[in-house]
């Protein structure tokens, strides 16, 4: 994957040591070897020889222990090659020699997940930084990020990760759906000697592979890469000097290195394309009949950048070639990401005028297939860091960067739109994301495919996506002691800090409750007991256990306290307090009605009309008796409003026995403090009828 990332971003670090030699060869026997070790690891940094140069620069620093350009060089040549813990050793050594080692430590420290120390690292460069606010923002995204890093990992039990058959001891990655199978990336070779080996990181060129059938892709077994380190097997004056970028072939001062794998069922993808070069990174259109790849320039003198071009099928070849008209020679095009329709290319270049070091730009089709302008994607997605493999499913796109607040490395992100101009881009969490490069995310259905270097070398790996929840258990009490059918409320905190309600539940004959939520989230129980009191508890759904596959998480328990329940509302004479108002009503007089109303109305339920009627009819010839109306309310609605809705009852019954008669009438309402039965917001209304009551007892003086 740093073969193009980091092809020319990285190449202007590369320190021209032996410039001036008078300053960094001792005056010893040893100088014009060390000359000539300095001269030949130049070399071979300036091709991009990463893997030859770590020999000689170790030679080096056996005879001079006192040039941090040469320690710098080490930790670049490490980097490129994934030893990211033997990068941070010569990092911190071209550090304390007062090299200008940028902002690699505290990367090198997240990659190797010392997040502290990535933090406090970061931390000193914020405070000795003059950049600018856009290198600032930066800086605080970082810091922001290695900070928090847990929060990363919240939606972790979303996704399952598994190895895959294509990968080898070697780079794999940059794949892509074609047909029935994978199309991707790899530097595999089952021949390496001076000329297949590539001098990067001791492995052949990059070509592009295809997968016909992902049937049993999948496996279990990972095979972790063990580095290894080249070695000169010849004297120094034996090396050829090195040539540029890609068409570097190894000196036979080196040793050579063939690694085991199985080549079926992977084949090459046979583009008709005639290039001793890296062919890399596809992207094909949803009817397969376009594709849009990555190569070398050709005859370039000096670096051979990269380019974007396109090719048709047509019988089941693909035909001529054509460069895309936005390559210019100065500069690097790569990573195309063509939308389903073919109307849309993303792609990433290091141009001038981007905001950070490799950007995302877009092209879009004319109605006459022409392409119009390029436009940076802006800063919606680019950051002052490197942006990088963008692709594109379900409308989103997905992309890789390592300038935002993250795990470390190349970390996946996703961009959202949240309304007509306003988008928010998303972290995808933990195991898609890791401390180490992770990109290029292929999407089909709830599964898909990301490559990652999170086992030593660059691999592809398959994912499934299934949105977990937690369910939450806790018990509510009263007064120490358990009492069943208390309504439980479950909120959680919207942008603003207030809460949303999102599912309400009646406590069981054990007093527990149970809610579904996601993992590792913040929410608030509210227990409401009939009288109107009420307790919070605020949670965190973490710490969870698997219980056969299930997850569950105990809460502590509520335990509603007070000395005394809250006075009901009473009408022109006295007020009184009951544990359950009907049922000490009930001990008192047999005389009495239950009638029901209709959802959200004062109106009574056609089923009682009758027994209603013939209540009123019996109220007409009373005299000097007293009528108790109690009058409630379903669960649906706030409290507030319910409590007004059962008032507005009561006293609508009590103005009819006012003016039917000349009896006393005495109201309560309780709302929804004291159902008969269970109530769930929002289901069942029309079911809920026996929780809209209004009983009229009549009591004779």
């Known amino acids: 994957m740093k073969r193009i990332l980091y092809t020319l971003l990285l190449l202007s670090n590369v320190t021209v040591i032996y410039a001036q030699p008078s300053e960094l060869i001792s005056k010893n026997k040893n100088k014009a070897l060390k000359e000539k070790l300095i001269k030949l690891a130049q070399e071979e940094m300036s091709g991009l020889n990463y893997a030859y140069a770590i020999p000689l620069y170790k030679d080096y620093i056996r005879l001079d222990k006192t040039n941090g350009e040469v320690y710098k060089n080490l930790g670049i040549a490490y980097y490129m090659n994934n030893q990211y813990d033997s990068s941070l050793k010569y990092y911190l050594k071209a550090a304390n020699l007062n090299s200008n080692t940028e902002n690699k430590i505290p990367e090198l420290y997240a990659m190797l997940e010392d997040y502290s120390s990535a933090v406090n690292e970061y931390k000193k460069l914020f405070k000795n930084s003059n950049s600018t606010i856009t290198r600032n923002l930066y800086l605080e995204q970082r810091i922001k990020g290695f900070s928090n890093i847990n929060s990363f990992k919240n939606d972790s039990l979303d996704y399952s990760i598994y190895n895959t058959i294509i990968n080898t001891p070697y780079d794999d990655y940059a794949q892509v759906m074609y047909k029935d199978g994978l199309v991707f990336e790899s530097n595999r070779s089952v021949k390496i000697n001076n000329k297949t080996e590539f001098g990067w990181d001791g492995a052949g060129f990059s070509k592009l592979y295809y997968l016909p ?33 890609d068409n570097n072939t190894a000196s036979p001062l080196y040793d050579f290195r063939k690694l085991q794998f199985k080549t079926a069922p992977v084949v090459e ?24 790849f990555t190569k070398n320039q050709d005859n370039a003198k000096g670096l051979a950048q990269l380019e974007i071009w396109e090719t048709h099928l047509k019988d089941g070849k693909w035909g001529a070639m054509t460069k895309l008209f936005f390559n210019k020679n100065e500069y690097s095009y790569f990573h195309p990401c063509v939308t389903p329709n073919g109307k849309r290319l993303y792609y990433v270049s290091d141009e001038i005028g981007g905001i950070g070091g490799t950007d995302i730009y877009y092209v879009d089709k004319n109605e006459d297939g022409s392409w119009k302008s390029t436009t940076n994607a802006g800063q919606e997605i680019n950051t002052p860091g490197n942006e990088l493999y963008p692709t594109f499913y379900d409308n989103k796109l997905y992309f890789s960067s390592n300038g935002r607040a993250g795990l470390g490395g190349l970390d996946i992100y996703r961009l959202d739109k949240i309304s007509t101009n306003n988008f928010e881009v998303v972290h995808l969490p933990y195991p898609i994301n890791t401390s180490k490069d992770d990109f290029s995310l292929t999407i089909k259905g709830k599964s898909g495919f990301i490559s990652s270097n999170r086992y030593g070398s660059d691999d ?22 358990c009492s069943p059918h208390v309504k439980a409320v479950l909120f959680q905190n919207n942008s603003d800090g207030g809460l949303i309600a999102l599912d309400s539940a009646l406590t069981d004959a054990n007093c527990f409750y149970t809610f579904k939520v996601r993992p590792n989230k913040n929410y608030t129980v509210i227990a409401k007991y009939n009288d109107g009191r009420t307790k919070n508890l605020d949670l965190n759904s973490g710490g969870y256990l698997n219980k056969g596959g299930a997850y569950e998480k105990l809460v502590d328990l509520i335990n509603i306290n007070t000395p005394k329940p809250a006075e009901v509302i009473v009408e022109n004479v006295e007020k009184k307090s009951f544990k359950m108002i009907v049922d000490s009503l009930k001990a008192l007089t047999k005389n009495y009605a239950i009638l029901h109303h209709n959802f959200d109305r004062n109106s009574i339920a056609k089923v009682d009309a009758k027994k209603y009627q013939s209540l009123l009819n019996q109220i007409r010839k009373l005299k000097g008796a007293t009528v108790v109306i109690v009058s409630a309310a379903d669960c649906n609605g706030s409290d507030g409003y319910n409590e007004k809705l059962s008032l507005r009852r009561a006293m609508s019954l009590s103005k009819v026995v006012r003016k039917i008669s000349k009896n006393q009438t005495i109201i309560y309402n309780v709302g929804e403090r004291q159902l008969v039965a269970d109530c769930v917001v929002g289901q069942d209304k029309d079911g809920q009828v026996i929780n809209r009551y209004s009983y009229m007892f009549i009591m004779k003086k």
């Open 213 to 245: 059938n992902l049937t049993g892709i999948r496996t279990d077994s990972i095979q972790k890469v063990k580095w290894w380190e080249k070695k000169i097997v010849n004297a120094i004056d034996d090396l050829t000097k090195a040539t540029s970028n």
């Open 269 to 292: 993808f046979n583009l008709g394309l005639e290039h001793k070069f890296n062919q890399s990174t596809i992207t094909f259109t949803a009817d397969g009949s376009t594709a849009y």
């Open 460 to 481: 592809i790996l398959a994912f499934d996506y299934v949105l977990s929840s937690i369910a939450i258990k806790g018990q509510v009490f009263l007064n120490d002691t």
